[in-house]
């Protein structure tokens, strides 16, 4: 994650540095911390929202599935937080120490990683969830592979099929 105002701070940090300015009146550093905390708080604040999003267009997807509605409201609470799928904490990001401790505890590039798997762990969520209502449900996961041609296509596809037809003739649900 690239920080906006690195690139127009760098230059004059240069320059205070080169020019012996560190002591100067008026401190010539003092804006150039503000400018870069303020696009701290921006960009932490604009990463925790992307989290936020794809939770919450995940949550929305996950509504829709059958799984949804045969569980309580506590059996979900359960299985989001268990998959990390809780709500989003706020960020309290207005002083300094603040913004740094907030930093410490999860950096940018951490929000960032969290944000992507967000549909993964909401795949897992469901999963488990069809674990509850069928135990002996078994998640196939279908190869990844590329596929030229029709041919290549019709036998992937009758290699899945064999294999999820076995599953459910031996007994047991299968989740996709």
Same mark, same amino acid.
């Given at each position: 994650?690239? #920080?906006?105002?690195?690139?127009?701070?760098?230059?004059?940090?240069? +320059?205070?540095?080169?020019?012996?300015? #560190?002591?100067?009146?008026?401190? &010539? !550093?003092? &804006?150039?911390?503000?400018? #870069?905390?303020?696009? #701290?708080?921006? +960009?932490?604040?604009?990463?925790?929202?992307?989290?936020?999003?794809?939770?919450?267009? %995940?949550?929305?997807? /996950?509504? %829709?599935? +059958?799984?949804?509605?045969? /569980?309580?409201?506590?059996?979900?609470? =359960?299985?989001?937080?268990?998959?990390?799928?809780?709500?989003?904490?706020?960020?309290?990001?207005?002083?300094?120490?603040?913004?740094?401790?907030?930093? =410490?505890?999860?950096?940018? =590039?951490?929000?960032?990683? $969290?944000?992507?798997?967000? &549909?993964?762990?909401?795949?897992?969520?469901?999963?488990?969830?069809?674990?509850?209502? $069928?135990?002996?449900?078994?998640? !196939?996961? &279908?190869? @990844?592979?590329?596929?030229?041609? !029709? @041919? %290549?296509? =019709?036998?992937?596809?009758?290699?899945?099929?064999?294999?999820? !037809?076995?599953?459910?003739?031996?007994?047991?649900?299968?989740?996709?």
């Amino acid at each position: 994650m690239r #920080l906006e105002q690195v690139d127009v701070v760098r230059p004059q940090v240069e +320059a205070i540095i080169a020019q012996r300015l #560190l002591l100067a009146e008026p401190d &010539p !550093v003092k &804006p150039l911390l503000d400018s #870069l905390t303020t696009d #701290l708080r921006q +960009a932490i604040g604009d990463a925790r929202q992307r989290v936020v999003d794809a939770r919450e267009r %995940e949550l929305a997807a /996950l509504s %829709e599935t +059958a799984e949804w509605n045969k /569980l309580s409201d506590a059996q979900w609470w =359960d299985i989001l937080h268990a998959q990390g799928l809780g709500p989003i904490a706020e960020l309290h990001i207005g002083t300094d120490d603040l913004l740094l401790a907030a930093l =410490d505890a999860k950096p940018l =590039d951490a929000w960032a990683t $969290e944000a992507l798997v967000v &549909p993964t762990r909401m795949r897992q969520a469901r999963e488990q969830a069809a674990k509850l209502l $069928e135990p002996k449900a078994v998640r !196939v996961r &279908p190869r @990844s592979t590329t596929l030229k041609s !029709v @041919s %290549e296509v =019709d036998a992937y596809l009758a290699e899945l099929r064999t294999e999820i !037809v076995e599953l459910i003739e031996a007994g047991s649900p299968v989740i996709l």
